[in-house]
Protein backbone atom coordinates (compact mmCIF):
# COMPACT_ATOMS: atom_id res chain seq x y z
CA UNK A 1 0.00 0.00 0.00
CA UNK A 2 1.30 3.38 -1.16
CA UNK A 3 1.63 5.72 1.45
CA UNK A 4 2.51 9.79 2.27
CA UNK A 5 2.96 10.88 5.65
CA UNK A 6 3.23 14.62 6.33
CA UNK A 7 4.92 15.60 9.70
CA UNK A 8 6.04 18.99 11.34
CA UNK A 9 2.68 21.08 10.87
CA UNK A 10 2.25 23.32 14.54
CA UNK A 11 1.73 26.69 15.44
CA UNK A 12 4.04 29.59 15.06
CA UNK A 13 3.87 33.43 15.21
CA UNK A 14 4.25 34.82 12.13
CA UNK A 15 7.83 35.42 11.02
CA UNK A 16 8.74 32.07 12.41
CA UNK A 17 9.72 28.59 10.28
CA UNK A 18 8.71 25.66 10.53
CA UNK A 19 10.22 22.32 8.31
CA UNK A 20 7.59 19.88 6.55
CA UNK A 21 8.30 16.52 6.18
CA UNK A 22 6.92 13.74 4.11
CA UNK A 23 7.74 10.35 4.03
CA UNK A 24 6.87 7.81 0.88
CA UNK A 25 5.83 4.03 1.80
CA UNK A 26 4.98 0.86 -0.12
CA UNK A 27 7.32 2.09 -3.14
CA UNK A 28 9.75 4.64 -4.46
CA UNK A 29 9.37 7.76 -5.84
CA UNK A 30 13.04 8.96 -6.29
CA UNK A 31 12.43 8.77 -10.15
CA UNK A 32 9.57 10.62 -10.18
CA UNK A 33 8.41 14.82 -9.07
CA UNK A 34 7.09 15.51 -5.69
CA UNK A 35 5.06 18.73 -4.30
CA UNK A 36 3.30 20.35 -1.69
CA UNK A 37 -0.03 21.91 -1.99
CA UNK A 38 -1.96 23.65 0.95
CA UNK A 39 -5.50 23.26 1.48
CA UNK A 40 -8.00 26.33 3.31
CA UNK A 41 -11.65 25.57 3.64
CA UNK A 42 -14.01 27.06 0.63
CA UNK A 43 -11.34 27.26 -1.53
CA UNK A 44 -9.26 25.13 -4.03
CA UNK A 45 -6.14 23.43 -3.26
CA UNK A 46 -3.78 25.58 -3.78
CA UNK A 47 0.05 24.78 -5.64
CA UNK A 48 3.09 25.79 -3.00
CA UNK A 49 6.10 23.67 -4.42
CA UNK A 50 7.45 21.09 -6.75
CA UNK A 51 10.68 19.06 -6.85
CA UNK A 52 11.81 17.12 -10.00
CA UNK A 53 12.90 13.70 -9.58
CA UNK A 54 17.07 14.87 -9.81
CA UNK A 55 16.10 17.74 -7.25
CA UNK A 56 17.82 19.91 -9.52
CA UNK A 57 14.87 21.22 -11.05
CA UNK A 58 12.30 23.10 -8.55
CA UNK A 59 9.67 25.78 -8.59
CA UNK A 60 6.94 27.79 -6.56
CA UNK A 61 4.47 30.09 -6.23
CA UNK A 62 4.28 33.53 -6.24
CA UNK A 63 3.08 33.98 -2.59
CA UNK A 64 6.22 31.74 -1.39
CA UNK A 65 8.89 32.53 -3.32
CA UNK A 66 12.27 33.51 -1.68
CA UNK A 67 10.52 32.07 1.90
CA UNK A 68 10.03 28.54 1.48
CA UNK A 69 12.70 25.83 0.06
CA UNK A 70 11.55 22.54 -1.22
CA UNK A 71 14.69 19.47 -1.08
CA UNK A 72 14.27 15.31 -1.37
CA UNK A 73 16.33 13.29 0.80
CA UNK A 74 16.52 10.29 -1.40
CA UNK A 75 17.88 7.36 0.96
CA UNK A 76 14.72 8.20 3.72
CA UNK A 77 11.78 8.70 0.77
CA UNK A 78 11.69 11.77 2.06
CA UNK A 79 10.45 15.33 0.56
CA UNK A 80 11.08 18.21 2.73
CA UNK A 81 9.63 21.76 2.35
CA UNK A 82 11.25 24.62 5.25
CA UNK A 83 9.53 27.63 5.65
CA UNK A 84 10.50 30.66 6.67
CA UNK A 85 9.01 34.04 7.15
CA UNK A 86 6.02 32.76 8.01
CA UNK A 87 3.19 34.64 7.26
CA UNK A 88 -0.87 34.19 9.04
CA UNK A 89 -1.91 34.02 5.12
CA UNK A 90 0.19 30.99 5.10
CA UNK A 91 -1.88 28.97 7.34
CA UNK A 92 -3.21 25.96 5.57
CA UNK A 93 -3.47 22.02 5.79
CA UNK A 94 -0.39 21.27 4.09
CA UNK A 95 -0.32 18.24 1.79
CA UNK A 96 2.44 16.24 -0.21
CA UNK A 97 2.10 14.93 -3.40
CA UNK A 98 3.71 12.21 -5.84
CA UNK A 99 4.02 12.11 -9.69
CA UNK A 100 4.38 8.68 -11.77
CA UNK A 101 5.01 10.86 -14.71
CA UNK A 102 7.92 13.00 -15.26
CA UNK A 103 6.84 16.49 -15.77
CA UNK A 104 7.55 19.01 -12.90
CA UNK A 105 4.24 20.55 -12.76
CA UNK A 106 2.01 22.75 -10.72
CA UNK A 107 -1.44 21.07 -11.61
CA UNK A 108 -3.14 18.95 -9.04
CA UNK A 109 -3.85 16.72 -11.76
CA UNK A 110 -0.14 15.51 -12.47
CA UNK A 111 0.11 13.81 -8.95
CA UNK A 112 -1.40 10.61 -8.22
CA UNK A 113 -0.88 9.87 -4.67
CA UNK A 114 -1.47 12.83 -1.79
CA UNK A 115 -0.98 12.67 1.80
CA UNK A 116 -3.46 12.90 4.80
CA UNK A 117 -1.84 16.77 5.49
CA UNK A 118 -0.33 18.31 8.64
CA UNK A 119 -2.06 21.81 9.70
CA UNK A 120 0.09 24.95 10.02
CA UNK A 121 -1.11 28.03 11.70
CA UNK A 122 0.45 30.91 11.69
CA UNK A 123 -0.25 33.88 14.21
CA UNK A 124 -0.23 37.71 14.13
Known amino acids: QVRLVESGGGLVQAGGSLRLSCAAS????????MAWFREVPGKEREFVAA????????FYADSVKDRFIISREYAKSTVNLQMNNLKPEDTAVYHC?????????????????WGQGTQVTVSS
Open 51 to 58: ISWSGGNA
Open 26 to 33: GRSFNNFP
Open 97 to 113: AASVETGISSSTYQYSY
